[in-house]
């Protein structure tokens, strides 16, 4: 769904906490799953349709499903913009 609203990519990995649900676990006893969480850096022009995407997409806006943030990022190397394609060439290089 970002993709498709205009994040070049992203960064998956998991990690643990709790949240409303995992108070409310089973007879009351705190569970802690892993929680995937996904960075992802865009242009201004597209922030507000990527964060909306994925709040659609995670059913965010329901409770208990995770939540998402913006947060402005004052310098970035290597991002390369969804319409520039490279080729493998110069993915191979150092």
Avoid: C, W
């Avoid at 909306?52 to 004052?74: C, E, K, W």
Wanted: aromatic share 6%; net charge negative.
């Amino acid at each position: 769904a970002m993709t498709k609203a205009g994040a070049g990519g992203a960064t998956i990995f998991f990690a643990r906490g709790t949240g409303i649900r995992e108070r409310l676990g089973l007879l009351g006893i705190a569970i802690q799953p892993e929680k995937e969480v996904i960075v992802t850096v865009t242009d201004k022009d597209t922030t507000d349709q990527v964060f909306d995407a994925m709040v659609s997409a995670g059913r965010l806006n329901h409770p208990g499903m995770g939540f998402i943030y913006t947060q402005d990022v004052g310098r970035v190397v290597g991002l390369i913009p969804q319409e520039q394609e490279i080729t493998e060439e110069e993915a191979k290089q150092d």
